[in-house]
């Protein structure tokens, strides 16, 4: 899942074995992104991301945590995230990611009304939930999670059933010692509105040439402002974003042999195979067609990377 594929609306897409029963768990390393970092991005669907092994930084909206073995994070829908390895270290984590209909999600009926859609599309919503692993009730819900791995992955006659159940336990958790007790949140701030306008039109042109003044123009801003924005929510400047977005979309492209590296290239956005080869090294460590020749040895059982 290098890529993430998204819909008309930017949301990630085909994550998901079976589209009307939107839930996936499945364990990671952090070197299986070979930069050892998942960009910024955002999808409707909750996440939870737990380590199991090593150390991850987590950058959400207004938020950064260090997260070590037995922690981890509830990341809401909609809400801009991305994690990366700590100090070059390997990580090996735990994501299970799963739509708020599971939980029962819409906007009429009691339950819903009183337990699920204030903190998705109310006025009691949150951006992220750290869980440190060591009051019992995280304990509790970091175990409800294990046994949410174990079901899905037998998936015995109604499994579904067995999820769903579990996915609720863990909200009963959650708003029994965090959610009950959250204050009524104010509108949020269009600038946090902002840096979806700016990711949403990266993503949308990359093909193209793209300047800063696109990006900000795109936000009715000033290119000024959109570098401090970027810097303040993504830790990087828009152009910096610009490239690592093209050259990660890259590897999905460089797996197809069907396409040359110039083609490559041009698909996501490169004026010439050499200013795409430069900067593919310069991130990747590796040429594209070394990248393509160590993919494929990895994918014939030759080992990890190199």
């Given at each position: 899942?290098?890529?993430?594929?998204?819909?008309?609306?930017?949301?990630?897409?085909?994550?998901?074995?079976?589209?009307?029963?939107?839930?996936?768990?499945?364990?990671?390393?952090?070197?299986?992104y070979r930069d050892g970092e998942v960009l910024s991005h955002w999808h409707i669907e909750l996440e939870f991301i737990l380590v199991l092994e090593g150390c991850l930084d987590y950058i959400g909206e207004n938020s950064e945590y260090m997260?070590?073995?037995?922690?981890?994070?509830?990341?809401?829908?909609?809400?801009?995230?991305?994690?990366?390895?700590?100090?070059?270290?390997?990580?090996?984590?735990?994501?299970?990611?799963?739509?708020?209909?599971?939980l029962g999600y819409s906007n009429e009926g009691r339950i819903s009304?009183?337990?699920?859609?204030?903190?998705?599309?109310?006025?009691?919503?949150?951006?992220?939930?750290?869980?440190?692993?060591?009051?019992?009730?995280?304990?509790?819900?970091?175990?409800?999670?294990?046994?949410?791995?174990?079901?899905?992955?037998?998936?015995?006659?109604?499994?579904?059933?067995?999820?769903?159940?579990?996915?609720?336990?863990?909200w009963r958790i959650l708003y029994e010692n965090v959610l009950c007790s959250r204050p009524v949140q104010p509108e949020k701030d269009t600038k946090d509105e902002l840096i979806y306008k700016a990711v949403k039109y990266i993503r949308e042109h990359m093909g193209g040439k793209i300047y800063l003044s696109d990006i900000a123009d795109a936000c009715s801003i000033s290119n000024t402002e959109c570098c401090r924005m970027f810097k303040r929510q993504v830790g990087q400047s828009p152009m910096e974003y610009v490239k690592k977005y093209r050259i990660k979309r890259s590897l999905d492209f460089l797996d197809q042999k069907d396409y040359s590296i110039m083609q490559v290239a041009e698909m996501v956005g490169f004026d010439s195979q050499s200013y795409y080869t430069k900067v593919f090294r310069g991130m990747m460590k590796c040429t594209p067609q070394e990248y393509r020749r160590q993919k494929e040895k990895v994918n014939q059982g030759g080992g990890m990377w190199e």
């Open positions: 899942m290098e890529h993430i594929e998204r819909n008309q609306d930017k949301m990630e897409t085909g994550m998901f074995l079976d589209e009307d029963f939107a839930f996936y768990i499945y364990e990671r390393r952090i070197s299986d997260l070590s073995e037995g922690q981890g994070v509830l990341v809401n829908g909609n809400v801009l995230h991305s994690y990366r390895r700590k100090e070059m270290k390997e990580c090996r984590y735990l994501v299970m990611i799963f739509h708020p209909s599971l009304k009183k337990y699920i859609y204030p903190y998705f599309a109310g006025n009691k919503t949150f951006l992220d939930i750290c869980l440190s692993g060591e009051e019992a009730w995280q304990k509790e819900f970091i175990k409800a999670v294990f046994e949410a791995d174990r079901i899905f992955e037998v998936q015995a006659k109604g499994y579904e059933l067995d999820l769903q159940m579990t996915l609720l336990r863990c």
